[in-house]
């Protein structure tokens, strides 16, 4: 049996949004300028907690656990 990486649910509370799945290593983007997330930034996913919180690394100092209400998917452009 092969072992599934967890993954996260990005739009999973809005029901007009499709839901994104994102795990360890994905990229998001903050929408938020709260909790020392600067709106318009990319975080790097570092640990998925569960189906709707994500750890990443806010900056070279500090990983911090936030819900997924606080980013947006990442699209390379």
Do not use: C, W
């Amino acid at each position: 049996m092969k072992y599934r990486k967890p993954k996260a649910i990005l739009n999973v509370h809005d029901d007009l949004l499709p839901n994104v799945d994102v795990g360890v290593g994905d990229y998001v983007v903050a929408n938020t300028n709260e909790f020392g997330l600067v709106k318009g930034d990319i975080y790097e996913i570092v640990q998925v907690n569960a189906y709707d919180m994500i750890t990443i690394e806010v900056n070279d100092e500090e990983i911090d656990m936030f819900s997924i209400e606080y980013f947006d998917e990442y699209i390379e452009e």
